[in-house]
Nanobody, 125 residues
Framework: QVQLVESGGGLVQAGGSLRLSCAAS????????MGWYRQAQGKQRELVASITVSGSTKYADSVKGRFTISRDNGKNTVYLQMNTLKPEDTAVYFCNAVEVVPGTVRGSRDEYYYWGQGTQVTVSS
């Protein structure tokens, strides 16, 4: 059983900063990509940032230059540093991770996708 638990959300004024953490627990073989999504009320979930095991990152255009994603492979933890927050950043932020395990056939592999419960980020004016 693998669980992802987000923390660090809260209420912050525009221009402020927050640092989100997502810690994985349980029996983990290996994580491939990890990332953050967000979903504002009445809108679809969107990718905020992702990071590969080697540290390659991608960001949504709306957060480039303001957010930074990072990970600690030894701790199976991913972080999202959010600076210069704007009211439009208000959303529930979800952590996700891809677990890679040996496949049912020798030499193959299986991938499993996990989601955290979400943490609320509210940016006020």
């Amino acid at each position: 059983q693998v669980q992802l638990v987000e923390s660090g959300g809260g209420l912050v004024q525009a221009g402020g900063s927050l640092r989100l953490s997502c810690a994985a627990s349980g029996s983990i073989f290996s994580f491939d990509d990890m990332g953050w999504y967000r979903q504002a009320q009445g809108k679809q979930r969107e990718l905020v940032a992702s990071i590969t095991v080697s540290g390659s990152t991608k960001y949504a255009d709306s957060v480039k230059g303001r957010f930074t994603i990072s990970r600690d492979n030894g701790k199976n933890t991913v972080y999202l540093q959010m600076n210069t927050l704007k009211p439009e950043d208000t959303a529930v932020y979800f952590c996700n991770a891809v677990e890679v395990v040996p496949g049912t056939v020798r030499g193959s592999r299986d991938e499993y996708y996990y989601w955290g419960q979400g943490t609320q980020v509210t940016v006020s004016s």
